[in-house]
């Protein structure tokens, strides 16, 4: 092998180590996460307690049947918004409803969902375009409320 074509393997070497460097950097940070936040009320009653709830669409009715024990579902309220890259960031959802989410590590999050000021539940769990994850606490009753969270995207 010549000296020049030596040297021209030991720069190529060099700039292949850098790039891959750079990609495995930008692989590794994290991301700013923007989600939507639905809080939902469900009940085996036909209407809910409050005129404001409208009913979700047949199609999220459907999904939620599957998981849930309740026929009928109704929106309390949706909220999209953005959790910073490896911080947390609270949302008010009702007068009684906070959820508080952490972006960390991996595509996960940690999310804190407060009932009156007190922490009800706590998960840590994949959040991933395309899915979504549910947290709720136990009601009094035949109903219950929960909040599902979706990854709208990441930038």
Request: charged share 25%; proline share 5%; hydrophobic share 40%.
């Amino acid at each position: 092998m010549t000296r020049g074509a030596y040297n021209f393997l030991q720069r190529l070497g060099a700039v292949v180590m850098a790039a891959t460097m750079m990609l495995w950097s930008f692989g590794a940070s994290a991301a700013n996460l923007e989600i939507n936040l639905k809080l939902i009320w469900g009940t085996n009653d036909a209407k809910s307690p409050n005129p404001k709830h409208k009913p979700v669409s047949p199609e999220l009715t459907n999904k939620l049947r599957k998981i849930f024990q309740w026929k009928n579902y109704f929106e309390v309220n949706d909220v999209t918004g953005r959790v910073p890259s490896r911080q947390s960031k609270k949302f008010r959802l009702s007068d009684k409803c906070e959820i508080e989410i952490t972006e960390m590590e991996g595509p996960k999050v940690e999310i804190k969902l407060y009932g009156e000021g007190k922490v009800v539940n706590k998960i840590t769990k994949p959040l991933v375009k395309g899915e979504s994850v549910f947290i709720g606490a136990e009601d009094k009753g035949e109903n219950s409320w929960f909040i599902m969270i979706s990854l709208v995207n990441e930038d």
